[in-house]
């Protein structure tokens, strides 16, 4: 299994990205998508799930500003964000938890710089 991130980027403070992993290979219906990141000198941190029954959470930090979406079919998530600041800088990375097959994967990463 990969997953390929696209749409990382600079971008003004206020500004929106958004981030789009798509998932290759074979996994079972029950996985659990979600993106994580982690900025200069920071542990990575959970950002936003969805997991396979469709629950989705958020740290505190994004809610109101980040909407996490996923295509079953398409084996996508996508990350909106909005209202960037220059605190959401950090390297993205998507992830995909495969619950039956207890495996856990990661993208490559994709940075997202929030600057003026």
Same mark, same amino acid.
């Given at each position: ?11 003004? @403070? ?8 798509? $998932? ?6 029950? *996985?659990?998508? %979600?993106?994580? #990141?982690?900025? @200069? ?27 996490? $979406? ?7 998530? %996508? ?6 600041? @220059?605190?959401?800088? $950090?390297?993205? *990375? ?5 619950? #039956?097959?207890? %495996? ?13």
């Amino acid at each position: 299994v990969q997953l390929v991130e696209s749409g990382g980027g600079l971008v003004q @403070p206020g500004g929106s990205l958004r981030l789009t992993c798509t $998932a290759t290979g074979t996994i079972s219906i029950y *996985y659990n998508m %979600a993106w994580y #990141r982690q900025a @200069p000198g920071k542990e990575r941190e959970l950002v936003a799930e969805v997991t396979f029954t469709g629950t989705v959470n958020y740290v505190d930090s994004v809610k109101g500003r980040f909407t996490i $979406a996923r295509d079953n079919g398409k084996k996508t998530v %996508a990350l909106q964000m909005n209202s960037l600041t @220059p605190a959401d800088t $950090a390297v993205y *990375y998507c992830n995909l938890q495969d619950l #039956r097959e207890s %495996a856990n994967y990661w993208g490559q990463g994709t940075q997202v710089t929030v600057s003026s």
